[in-house]
């Protein structure tokens, strides 16, 4: 299995549970605050984390010089992030926040560019683009839903999401070369919960309605959207690149409409069937568009070594 078959094989855990977790975020919000689900949901996974590393004899020690790389990718891509995205929602719709968030590609493939030299040519670019406006006719948008001052905040707020998502893509980078998947997500955890916790005493918090369901809820966002989403995507980081492993994320609001429809009934459009098969031709572009430049790579080291 070559190193972009296992990366793709890879980024489909997370696209998936972090597709279905929208819906299961939507349910806990009737019942707890953002932040406090964010807190329950890292503190139980940061725990499952811990002793995975103690069953499979991994060591605890990090260089120090690292840390301030773990709690950027931690305390801003993970904890800021959850608090950008979920405050934003309150003051904008889902729609306009999906068509911000859909921009993380575009910022990914700028600031990878600028700080890590990343080259890109136009063939990248207009994937990342396509890839957008294929979350365009996803999320049906409103022109009247994107020229609303009264939301300007919560325009914001996205905005900040997908700078910090930004930062946890870049900060992850570094740390593929010193350490194993399970030690990156499982310190990213770690520094991501103070930033969680002091929230909770600010929000309405009804435990008394917290069921089964509820509970079922909280463990798939724990197990499956947590410690198996982040560990593949940053293991699809690694093997297909940072920008490329964040075209994927596009794909969150068709697994999350397609969840919806079996879950809930909710209807899919015909709309948001071209809104897909735009984004899965982007992503195709992408993984076509790399196979080529390999190889092409592959022949020019040939080719001088006969030489």
Not at 88 to 113: D, M, Q, R, W
Not at 249 to 272: D, E, K
């Amino acid at each position: 299995m070559t190193r972009k078959t296992k990366g793709l094989l890879s980024v489909l855990v997370p696209v998936i549970t972090w597709g279905i977790s929208f819906v299961s975020t939507e349910f806990l919000l009737g019942v707890l605050g953002p932040m406090t689900i964010g807190s329950i949901r890292f503190v139980i996974a940061t725990a499952l984390l811990y002793v995975a590393m103690k069953m499979t004899n991994q060591s605890l020690k990090i260089a120090s010089k690292d840390r301030i790389l773990f709690l950027l990718a931690g305390g801003i891509g993970i904890g800021i992030y959850f608090f950008f995205e979920n405050t934003g929602i309150k003051y904008i719709s889902a729609s306009p926040a999906a068509l911000i968030i859909s921009a993380i590609p575009v910022f990914t493939l700028i600031f990878e560019a600028i700080i890590y030299k990343r080259k890109f040519d136009r063939t990248d670019l207009f994937a990342v683009l396509l890839s957008v406006l294929g979350v365009v006719f996803i999320v049906d948008i409103k022109l009247s839903e994107l020229f609303n001052a009264k939301e300007s905040m919560g325009y914001l707020m996205m905005l900040g999401a997908v700078v910090a998502w930004v930062v946890y893509a870049l900060s992850s980078k570094p740390l593929f070369e010193r350490y194993s998947y399970l030690t990156i997500i499982y310190y990213q955890f770690l520094h991501s919960i103070p930033f969680f916790i002091p929230f909770i005493f600010f929000e309405s918090n009804n435990w008394h309605a917290v069921g089964f369901e509820a509970f079922f809820h909280l463990i798939f966002l724990s197990i499956f959207a947590s410690v198996l989403g982040f560990y593949y995507y940053a293991k699809a980081m690694n093997l297909l690149g940072i920008t490329e492993a964040s075209i994927f994320i596009n794909f969150l609001p068709i697994v999350t409409i397609i969840f919806s429809f079996f879950y809930m009934g909710t209807l899919i459009s015909a709309r948001q069937f071209i809104g897909g098969a735009l984004v899965l031709a982007s992503v195709t572009m992408t993984t076509l568009h790399e196979q080529s430049v390999q190889k092409s790579k592959e022949k020019q080291e040939m080719l001088s070594e006969l030489e």
